[in-house]
């Protein structure tokens, strides 16, 4: 019998993020694979756990992933961590995973965190069902191609996204897509942890005074919702409400139902003509 392959979840941030088992499989394992040994070796030192490290990164995955299958057929158990999170969601794995299928390896997940479904988990937003992006391409040109590829996607959208292109990326998002109700969440589990809700440009008016945005970003953003009958009761309703109020004008009215319901400013207008002017449009 071959040993086996152990695909291991670690903290995004606060150590204390770590499941029993995944500790108990670094101890017993006779090697771990880490994207990164020096920042592995931080997490082990905390944990004292002494299982001796390599290096598994996709720089040297060609050379390595060899001879790592070598020593799983010849029965050592082997983790494979990366530097946060989850490995393979945005992290090296992929390559030795399917070549340990192929090789017929056992291969079990220790499953933990990871910083989109730890994100999403506090949203707000629809997480029934959801699209993992993770990292947009970097050259503008590709980058603008995958947002408006994008554009038509009606479930909440998840992007892992550098801090220094984040301005950039909600101002595109804004141009391609809209301003959408969206998720700034930055340093999860750590000291600094910051997690903003709102419109796109919201979360821009709220991060732009900064000198710099630092730390690890993850963002949301909803996805297209089908254009609502503005018709339908709750926004006929809502509008009447506002009607009610002497101190909303109607511009007002229309202002809070678009940001309310996500709506096309023109399509609320026409409805609020109705009930202010008593005429449709
Ligand atoms: N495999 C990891 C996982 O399961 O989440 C993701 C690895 S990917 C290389 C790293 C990216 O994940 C970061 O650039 C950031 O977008 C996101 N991320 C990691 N830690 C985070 C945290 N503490 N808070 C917010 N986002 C985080």
């Not at 694979?33 to 290096?55: F, N, Q």
Request: with cysteine; proline share 5%; net charge positive.
């Amino acid at each position: 019998m071959p040993g086996t392959l152990f695909v291991v979840a670690t903290p995004i941030g606060n150590l204390d993020d770590i499941t029993l088992r995944a500790l108990r499989i670094l101890n017993e394992s006779d090697l771990i694979a880490a994207e990164d040994t020096r920042h592995t070796r931080k997490l082990l030192r905390h944990y004292k756990i002494s299982t001796p490290l390599v290096s598994y990164h996709d720089h040297n995955k060609e050379t390595r992933t060899p001879e790592l299958i070598s020593r799983l057929q010849t029965k050592a158990n082997i983790a494979l961590v990366t530097d946060a999170g989850t490995p393979v969601i945005s992290d090296p794995g992929f390559f030795l995973i399917c070549r340990a299928i192929e090789a017929d390896i056992p291969i079990v997940p220790i499953p933990g965190v990871c910083a989109a479904i730890t994100a999403l988990s506090v949203s707000g937003l629809p997480s029934d069902k959801f699209l993992f992006v993770g990292f947009l391409p970097r050259k503008k040109n590709k980058r603008t191609q995958a947002l408006q590829e994008l554009k038509e996607e009606t479930n909440t959208l998840i992007f892992y996204e550098s801090p220094r292109r984040l301005l950039a990326t909600l101002l595109e998002l804004i141009d391609i897509m809209g301003d959408r109700k969206g998720v700034f969440a930055r340093e999860l589990t750590k000291y600094h942890e910051e997690i903003i809700r709102g419109r796109l440009f919201q979360i821009i008016e709220t991060v732009t005074d900064r000198t710099s945005i630092k730390g690890e970003c993850t963002l949301l953003i909803e996805g297209k919702k089908e254009e609502q009958d503005t018709s339908q009761p709750s926004v006929v309703e809502q509008l009447r409400r506002l009607r009610n109020d002497p101190d909303i004008s109607l511009k007002d009215a229309v202002k809070i139902v678009v940001e309310e319901y996500g709506l096309s400013r023109n399509r609320v207008y026409r409805e609020a003509l109705k009930i202010w002017k008593g005429y449709p449009i």
